[in-house]
């Protein structure tokens, strides 16, 4: 592995964590009461994983470790972040379980996509609607996680308008999800499929 790839990884192993403490107080509801403790956990989680998503294309390239496995490892570790961060809001009613849907089918059809492109000796990494998708995956998980949040200290007079926010970005993201999928599907029938 090389030291992108290092730093890739580190998203793998945030995102279980991440799961594991958002949930904490609903499955222990002895911790609910003071379930406080976890904001600061989940906003470090989330911006370290953040953090080492730009880190590791920058080291890829500033080190020239840009390979085919970092290709596809790089958004594989992405979806798996993302799909976590978004399951959590799902449960929780931030975010609506009907549109997690068309982002997890879009994901599985990328995978198949990238599989497809893999077997023509091609490792297909993002593309820059997949980028621009994911910035607006992370605002949604900021949205959504300030709602979860202030929810969790016990503002909720001020959840309402934050979990709105959430809905409308999640939304806008995917819509960009689903016409980077029709980009990457282009691709791929360019290449020959």
Same mark, same amino acid.
Do not use: H
């Given at each position: 592995?090389?030291? +992108? /790839? ?16 958002? *949930?904490?107080?609903?499955? *222990?509801?002895?911790?609910? +009461? !003071? ?19 730009? &880190? /590791? ?5 500033? *080190?020239?470790?840009?390979? /085919?496995?970092?290709? &596809?490892?790089?958004?594989? $570790? ?13 449960? !929780?009613?931030? &975010?609506?379980? $009907?549109? *997690? ?17 893999? =077997? =023509?000796?091609? $490792? ?8 621009? =998708? ?8 900021? +949205? +959504? ?49």
């Amino acid at each position: 592995m090389t030291k +992108a /790839d290092k730093i890739t990884s580190i998203r793998l192993i945030l995102a279980p964590f991440f799961v594991v403490i958002y *949930f904490l107080p609903r499955w *222990f509801p002895s911790l609910k +009461a !003071d379930s406080a403790w976890t904001v600061p956990c989940l906003w470090v989680l989330f911006i370290v994983s953040e953090i080492s998503d730009m &880190l /590791d294309g920058m080291v890829a390239r500033k *080190f020239n470790e840009v390979s /085919d496995f970092g290709r &596809l490892f790089d958004p594989f $570790a992405d979806t798996l972040v993302q799909v976590s961060y978004f399951l959590c809001f799902v449960v !929780d009613g931030i &975010l609506p379980a $009907a549109l *997690f849907l068309v982002v997890l089918y879009r994901e599985f059809g990328i995978l198949f996509i990238r599989n497809l492109m893999l =077997k =023509k000796g091609i $490792a297909m990494g993002a593309r820059m609607g997949g980028k621009i =998708k994911t910035v607006t995956y992370i605002i949604a998980g900021i +949205a +959504a996680l300030v709602s979860s949040s202030l929810e969790r200290l016990g503002y909720d007079v001020l959840v309402p308008p934050f979990r709105l926010s959430a809905l409308v970005i999640f939304s806008i993201s995917v819509v960009f999800s689903v016409l980077s999928f029709f980009d990457y599907a282009r691709v791929y029938k360019k290449a020959g499929a």
